[in-house]
């Protein structure tokens, strides 16, 4: 099963950019749904998760604020937007899926699906 990531780009510093994750052919309406993202020689951090229904979502300290996750389950796509977006930004973004356990909703080891990244490059 794959996740398809797309609406990463080149940006200047303070723009904005919103992500999309598609899952073609499956519903991911009982999944938690997560961003995650990875800058060059740095390890895969937590960016962001919904809840399955949409009441719960997560952020990291360095995306709260500037950044936004939703979802739409009859389309079967994740979102992500991100505003004032800044240099230490630029990374891959990769979308997964999964049922973490609450503890585990920042953790890529929650997570059973992945797309294949969109890379973002923001330019200061």
């Known amino acids: 099963v794959q996740l398809q990531a797309s609406g990463g780009g080149l940006v200047q510093a303070g723009g904005s950019l919103r992500l999309s994750c598609a899952a073609p052919?499956?519903?991911?309406?009982?999944?938690?749904m997560g961003w995650f993202r990875q800058a060059p020689e740095k390890e895969r951090e937590f960016v962001a998760a919904i809840s399955r229904g949409s009441g719960s979502t997560y952020y990291a300290d360095s995306v709260k604020g500037r950044f936004t996750i939703s979802r739409d389950n009859a389309k079967n796509t994740v979102y992500l937007r991100m505003n004032s977006l800044k240099p230490e930004d630029t990374a891959v973004y990769y979308c997964?899926?999964?049922?973490?356990?609450?503890?585990?909703?920042?953790?890529?080891?929650?997570?059973?699906?992945w797309g294949q990244g969109t890379q973002v490059t923001v330019s200061s």
């Open positions: 997964a899926a999964g049922r973490p356990i609450l503890s585990s909703t920042r953790t890529a080891g929650g997570y059973d699906y």
């Open positions: 052919g499956r519903s991911f309406s009982t999944s938690v």
